[in-house]
T-cell receptor
């Protein structure tokens, strides 16, 4: 299957700081990437759809000014959690689809102290 | 009624057992059906992908889709301890290039 990578795999930051997470499609180009959040023992919750060259589409209830998404190239999308707070601590996962199958990255565990 | 319903389990079986995992859905427009396996603290791994109705087999895994009943299944034969994970069903109308609707996931433990 296609490979999606994420960096970093885990990050710890202080409350009030910003954190950037990268999502890359390694062996295919992705005009669309997806960002999910997963809390412990819960399923994935879609946060936003990232579109190359245009603004991201955010799901209801997700603050677009807090979760900044930039899809600057066909292989890279970034999610920046601005002014992070402890309640933003979660597992963030991106995905992309070279065709009809959607592949996920390994996830980034964010802990905000 | 949620769009996708999946029994969260947990499900515990002995090694070698046949495992049956199921999801039901309400949106008749769904045409693409996927099963993902997620180990703890890892991203979901695509196991099976099916378009429309029918069966698909890959090694020890068989995916079934019954669109008339809005019911999908994943069967695991000769289950192994390494199959212990959370299994998520997901579906969409237009394929993987659009957002997926996930079930809650079923936590499976295969005991040696």
């Amino acid at each position: 299957g296609a490979v999606v990578s994420q960096h970093p795999s885990w990050v710890i930051c202080k409350s009030g700081t910003s954190v950037k997470i990268e999502c890359r499609s390694l062996d295919f180009q992705a005009t669309t990437m997806f960002w999910y959040r997963q809390f412990p023992k819960q399923s994935l919750m879609l946060m936003a759809t990232s579109n190359e060259g245009s603004k991201a589409t955010y799901e209801q209830g997700v603050e677009k000014d807090k979760f900044l998404i930039n899809h600057a190239s066909l292989t890279l999308s970034t999610l920046t959690v601005t002014s992070a707070h402890p309640e933003d601590s979660s597992f963030y996962i991106c995905s992309a689809a070279p065709g009809n199958e959607q592949f996920f990255g390994p996830g980034t565990r964010l802990t905000v102290l | 009624q949620k769009e996708v319903e999946q029994d969260p389990g947990p499900l515990s079986v002995p090694e070698g057992a046949i495992v049956s995992l199921n999801c039901t859905y309400s949106n008749s427009a769904f045409q693409y059906f996927m099963w993902y396996r997620q180990y703890s603290r890892k991203g979901p791994e695509l196991l099976m992908y099916t378009y429309s109705s029918g069966n698909k087999e890959d090694g020890r895994f068989t995916a079934q889709v019954d669109k008339s009943s809005k019911y999908i299944s994943l069967f695991i034969r000769d289950s192994q301890p390494s199959d212990s994970a959370t299994y998520l069903c997901a579906m969409s109308v237009q394929g993987g290039s659009e957002k997926l609707v996930f079930g809650k996931g079923t936590k499976l433990t295969v005991n040696p």
